[in-house]
């Protein structure tokens, strides 16, 4: 899995959002914090510094869960080296979902930006994704995604 990037030659990430998502920041702020998902690429910057230089961030959202599967798809075609996935309310229902990570040879990260595991009803500690994913990231608000890069990059990089 390890390759060299450069700045001619970035290590490519696509960092994907499912339902509900596009509004976060204004969507329950308790549970997921006034930051939008435009705060991203910032977070990237101060977590990763001089690397983001040989990072190509690409992002995308859906509410729909076949239009998630479409990008996934894409990904693979467009031979993107990582993906940081928060799925929403699919990671806990989408077979179809997890049928797609397992098959088309991305490592992906999950994403929360709540901790699921802290949160009240028992469905959210599920992950159908989960068995096919390289790791999770849950509970650290916005940062999850930085987080989550960070991992990629590491784990592509072979750092
Ligand atoms: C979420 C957690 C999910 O349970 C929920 O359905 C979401 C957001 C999170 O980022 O914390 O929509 O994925």
Known sequence: MSHIFT?????????????NLANT???????YGSQGLDDIPALVERLLGERTKRIALDFFNSNSEGALI???????SEGVHGVAFNAGAY????LALADCIAWIGIPVV???ISNVFARQERI????????????????FGLWSYALAVQALY??????
């Open 7 to 19: 700045e001619t030659r970035p290590c490519s990430i696509l960092v994907l959002n499912g339902p």
């Open 70 to 76: 479409d990008r996934l798809e894409q990904a693979r």
């Open 154 to 159: 590491a784990a592509l990089a072979d750092e």
């Open 124 to 139: 959210r500690r599920q992950s159908f994704m989960g068995a096919h994913v390289l790791g999770i990231i849950s509970g």
């Open 25 to 31: 920041g204004l969507r329950q702020p308790e549970i």
């Open 91 to 94: 990671t806990h229902t989408s």
């Open 110 to 112: 999950e994403v929360h």
